[in-house]
């Protein structure tokens, strides 16, 4: 089962622990957007629906703005091929929106259950998501909820450079497919 990771508005830069997964990870792959710094909600859809055509059955591990491209996808056919997606630190893209028209085509924030297995990781200080909205969120899409108390945007900014609690959070999501696959082969 491959890993595919999603950073949000302008990519998550080297040191990051989106990247450093990367580089860590053979089977981690990333999923490129043409235009890291206008993003357009159909564009980077488009985008991610074709890696999963690639990799069926993938975790997703999306960051910031990539967590609300994940909720968007959840209400697309193609969202029958993620295992689990773990959502790190979502981007109030409500927000963003009224304070730059760049951010609009993310806007409104999905609210309906995802449909496949998550969590969602958020900071009490994070600047672009407030701490009730994104536990809100997490009970609205049917996420598991992890709070990283006061860890911020969960960014290099924050002091997250390695964060090896992510890939064991996402392995968690792992384990469930396979039981269910070993049950069904006896």
Same mark, same amino acid.
Not at 127 to 146: E, Y
């Given at each position: &089962?491959?890993?595919?990771?999603?950073?949000?508005?302008?990519?998550? +830069?080297?040191?990051?622990?989106?990247?450093?997964?990367?580089?860590?990870?053979?089977?981690?792959?990333?999923?490129? #957007? @043409? @235009?890291?710094?206008?993003?357009?909600?159909?564009?980077?859809?488009?985008?991610?629906?074709?890696?999963?055509? +690639?990799?069926?059955?993938?975790? $997703?591990?999306?960051?910031?703005?990539?967590?609300?491209?994940? %909720?968007?996808?959840?209400?697309?056919? %193609?969202?029958?091929?993620?295992?689990?997606? $773990?959502?790190?630190?979502?981007?109030?893209? +409500?927000?963003?929106?009224?304070?730059?028209?760049?951010?609009? %085509?993310?806007?409104?924030?999905?609210?309906?259950?995802?449909?496949?297995? %998550?969590?969602?990781?958020?900071?009490? @200080?994070?600047?672009?998501?407030?701490?009730?909205?994104?536990?809100?969120?997490?009970?609205?899409?049917?996420?598991?909820?992890?709070? &990283?108390?006061?860890?911020?945007?969960?960014?290099?900014?924050?002091?997250?450079?390695?964060?090896?609690?992510?890939?064991? $959070?996402?392995?968690? &999501?792992?384990?469930? #497919?396979?039981?269910?696959?070993?049950?069904?082969?006896?």
């Amino acid at each position: &089962m491959k890993t595919l990771i999603i950073p949000g508005y302008r990519g998550s +830069e080297n040191g990051h622990w989106q990247r450093q997964w990367l580089a860590e990870d053979e089977t981690a792959r990333l999923v490129e #957007q @043409d @235009d890291w710094e206008n993003p357009v909600l159909s564009q980077w859809l488009h985008v991610l629906e074709a890696a999963l055509a +690639e990799t069926p059955g993938a975790i $997703l591990v999306a960051h910031s703005l990539g967590c609300v491209l994940v %909720s968007h996808l959840a209400s697309r056919p %193609s969202a029958a091929h993620v295992a689990g997606a $773990l959502l790190v630190a979502p981007a109030d893209a +409500e927000r963003m929106a009224v304070q730059d028209p760049k951010f609009r %085509s993310f806007a409104p924030l999905p609210r309906h259950n995802l449909g496949f297995p %998550s969590i969602v990781a958020a900071s009490r @200080d994070d600047p672009h998501m407030s701490f009730n909205k994104a536990r809100a969120l997490a009970d609205i899409w049917g996420s598991g909820f992890v709070d &990283m108390k006061y860890a911020g945007h969960i960014n290099i900014e924050s002091g997250f450079g390695s964060w090896p609690e992510a890939r064991i $959070l996402a392995e968690s &999501m792992r384990r469930p #497919q396979e039981a269910l696959r070993t049950q069904r082969a006896a």
